[in-house]
Nanobody
Framework: QVQVHESGGGLVQTGGSLRLSCKASGFAFDDFSMVWFRQAARKEREGLSCINWKGITPQYVDSVKGRFTISRDNANNTLYLQMNNLNPEDTGMYYC????????????????????WGQGTQVTVSS
């Protein structure tokens, strides 16, 4: 049974930090690239960052580059997202997902590439 479970969300003030975790089970975690998505209220879900199966050469969208850091621990089937210097525009539900490629190829942010989704964890940044 595949399970993908995010944790670490919460309420934080502008300029603060949070570390999200995503624990996976039931599939070969290190066969997949992993992606963090975010969905803000009344907006479409967007891909934020991708990391390949080796845990190297991460990809970021411009809005989080320099503030967010993605990492993974294949020994423990866990994905992380360290988020620093948060602002209210970062508010949303954060999802981790396993995509159908071992590397963060073009259009890694495309939801059509997702094989497994987590249920999400809410992040709220107050001004």
């Amino acid at each position: 049974q595949v399970q993908v479970h995010e944790s670490g969300g919460g309420l934080v003030q502008t300029g603060g930090s949070l570390r999200l975790s995503c624990k996976a089970s039931g599939f070969a975690f290190d066969d997949f690239s992993m992606v963090w998505f975010r969905q803000a209220a009344r907006k479409e879900r967007e891909g934020l960052s991708c990391i390949n199966w080796k845990g190297i050469t991460p990809q970021y969208v411009d809005s989080v580059k320099g503030r967010f850091t993605i990492s993974r621990d294949n020994a423990n089937n866990t994905l992380y997202l360290q988020m620093n210097n948060l602002n209210p525009e970062d508010t949303g539900m954060y999802y981790c997902a396993a995509i159908r490629t071992a590397y963060c190829v073009d259009e890694w942010w495309d939801e059509g590439r997702v094989k497994y989704w987590g249920q999400g964890t809410q992040v709220t940044v107050s001004s």
